[in-house]
């Protein structure tokens, strides 16, 4: 007989992109830890494809923005960790390519058994380019994924 207290997720990992969607994101990955009593990872990518196309890599300005896209989620952190119903909430901000690193630095580190993301955080010219990382995500994870839209 099935173990339905075993179906639930023991290790989510949401990635946010910056974008105004990230809060609706980010909430219900919240909510989804909490249901299931999980582990809560927040993923975030710092593009570095322009820096490196520059030849330059300022870690100053690495920092600014790890330092603000930390301030822009620091409620919604601090209430997950208030909340009691998640195990642990940590956020992981790293610079470098937006699918390498989420995969290689992150997802395959983290081995999530579910992922959640939004459905487009990349403007059209980004999105041209590069194909939406929701798709690469939800083709390529070896676990579930949630699109938010």
């Known amino acids: ?3 339905y207290r ?5 290790k989510i990992f949401v990635t946010l992109d910056g974008t105004e969607t990230q809060d609706k994101v980010l909430e219900r990955a ?13 993923g975030h990518v710092i593009d570095s494809t322009a820096l490196e196309t ?3 890599y300022p870690t100053e300005l690495i920092q600014d923005l790890e330092r603000g896209f930390r301030d822009s989620i620091a409620d919604a952190v601090r209430q997950a960790e208030d909340e009691g119903l998640i195990k642990k ?4 901000v790293k610079a470098g390519r937006i699918r390498e690193t989420l995969k290689d630095e992150m997802i395959d580190v983290i081995h999530p058994d579910l992922i959640i993301c939004g459905a487009r ?3 059209s010219i980004k999105y041209a380019l590069l194909g939406s990382i929701s798709t ?3 083709r390529n994870a070896k676990c579930d994924t949630l699109v938010i839209k």
């Not at 909430?89 to 992981?92: L, P, Q």
């Open 1 to 3: 007989m099935t173990d």
């Open 6 to 10: 075993r179906l639930g997720y023991d």
């Open 30 to 42: 919240v909510i989804m830890a909490a249901n299931n009593n999980s582990e809560l990872y927040i």
């Open 54 to 56: 520059a030849g330059t």
């Open 89 to 92: 909430v940590e956020v992981i």
């Open 121 to 123: 955080g990349l403007s």
């Open 136 to 138: 690469f995500l939800t």
